[in-house]
């Protein structure tokens, strides 16, 4: 498998307009998770999903955040408008519900807004 | 609620010297996990080891070792014979082994291995 793989790595787009991050994690894997990384604040969970269902979103800070995972294979994180304190490092993850099993994250999404 | 704390600033340690790392962490579930993840200047996450809250023996992978005391809820992560490439940001994280397990994470901590 080729690990969790996101899209773009790479995302500089103008105040207002919106950003769709996407994520494919590892084929079997049950649980996904959409993080936010900042200096400031450190490495937030924005929300996570279990056999595609959002279990829990209270990390999304605001309504102009929304997530999707229409499928095993795929899954969404949409600002929309995008303003530039959104700027930061969205990484996501997978991992394998049962013990021992480790978080796998991608290499991460770097957003910029200008 | 789930809450890891990572309060060290910033660590430095001599090359080839061992450093702990510490984590303490807050839970009310019975059944848990632990984890400590490095992230080099790069970004990538990258997984070191895990400590299961049954787990009679601390956890050791290589050079990590993971030093559990539940009844204090912490959950040091020892690094021996430290290499310039350990310099890097290190993460505790835990997550309940039940159904619905949520991932959180500490702030992390800076480590910076001299020559």
């Known amino acids: 498998d080729a690990g969790v793989i996101q899209s773009p790595r790479h995302e500089v787009t103008e105040m207002g307009q919106e950003v769709t991050l996407r994520c494919k994690p590892i084929?079997?894997?049950?649980?996904l998770f959409w993080y936010r990384q900042t200096m400031m604040r450190g490495l937030e969970l924005l929300i996570y999903?279990?056999?595609?269902?959002?279990?829990?979103d209270s990390g999304m800070p605001e309504d102009r955040f929304s997530a999707k995972m229409p499928n095993a294979s795929f899954s969404t994180l949409k600002i929309q408008p995008s303003e530039p304190r959104d700027s930061a490092v969205y990484f996501c993850?997978?991992?394998?519900?049962?013990?021992?099993?480790?978080?796998?994250f991608g290499q991460g999404t770097r957003l910029t807004v200008v | 609620a789930q809450k890891i704390t990572q309060t060290q600033p910033g660590m430095f340690v001599q090359e080839k010297e061992a450093v702990t790392l510490d984590c303490t962490y807050d839970?009310?579930?019975?059944?848990?996990?632990l984890f400590w993840y490095k992230q080099p200047s790069s970004g990538e996450m990258i997984f070191l080891i895990y400590?299961?809250?049954?787990?009679?023996q601390n956890a050791t992978e290589g050079r990590y070792s993971l030093n559990f005391q539940k009844a204090r809820k912490s959950a040091n992560l020892v690094i021996s014979a430290s290499q310039l490439g350990d310099s890097a940001m290190y993460f505790c994280?835990?997550?309940?082994?039940?159904?619905?397990?949520?991932?959180?994470f500490g702030k992390g901590i800076t480590l910076s291995v001299r020559p």
């Open positions: 994280a835990m997550t309940s082994t039940g159904a619905n397990s949520k991932l959180t």
């Open positions: 839970t009310s579930d019975q059944s848990y996990g």
């Open positions: 400590q299961g809250s049954y787990d009679e």
């Open positions: 999903f279990n056999n595609n269902v959002p279990i829990d």
């Open positions: 993850a997978s991992s394998l519900s049962g013990k021992n099993t480790e978080a796998f």
């Open positions: 084929s079997g894997h049950d649980y």
